[in-house]
Nanobody, 132 residues
Framework: QVQLVESGGELVPAGGSLRLSCTVS????????MGWFRQVSGKEREFVAS?????????????YYPELVKGQISTYRDNAKNTLYLQMNSLKPEDTAVYYC????????????????????WGQGTQVTVSS
């Protein structure tokens, strides 16, 4: 089991950049697939990125991004800090949303888990607002 806490959301101007953090605690030595999602009020939660979290190993990393965000969003982790990051560039007003970090228990060689139902643990979310 892990606990996830997101931070870093704020108001940014269009064209700006922002890095979100997700602090991971609990059984961090286990393997997970970590996901990032975003949600606009009244709409479904949308997948934006995923990355492997191999407990005790910072050398192996696999990521997956949907076409919608490729080249704009990237995710990476710092195992020593037990922290996951989401780097967002060239932000647009339509990127405004609550951003969530999620964890799926276990890693079986697949990282492209994109459904809300694919993840076992969730953070509380952090608000990102992009002004036009």
């Amino acid at each position: 089991q892990v606990q996830l806490v997101e931070s870093g959301g704020e108001l940014v101007p269009a064209g700006g950049s922002l890095r979100l953090s997700c602090t991971v605690s609990g059984h961090t030595s286990s393997n997970y697939v970590m996901g990032w999602f975003r949600q606009v009020s009244g709409k479904e939660r949308e997948f934006v990125a995923s990355i492997t979290w191999i407990g005790g190993s910072s050398s192996f990393s696999a990521t997956y991004y949907p076409e919608l965000v490729k080249g704009q969003i990237s995710t990476y982790r710092d195992n020593a800090k037990n922290t996951l990051y989401l780097q967002m560039n060239s932000l647009k007003p339509e990127d405004t949303a609550v951003y969530y970090c999620a964890a799926r228990s276990g890693y079986t060689g697949r990282v492209d888990w994109i459904g809300v139902e694919d993840y076992d643990y969730w953070g509380q979310g952090t608000q990102v607002t992009v002004s036009s």
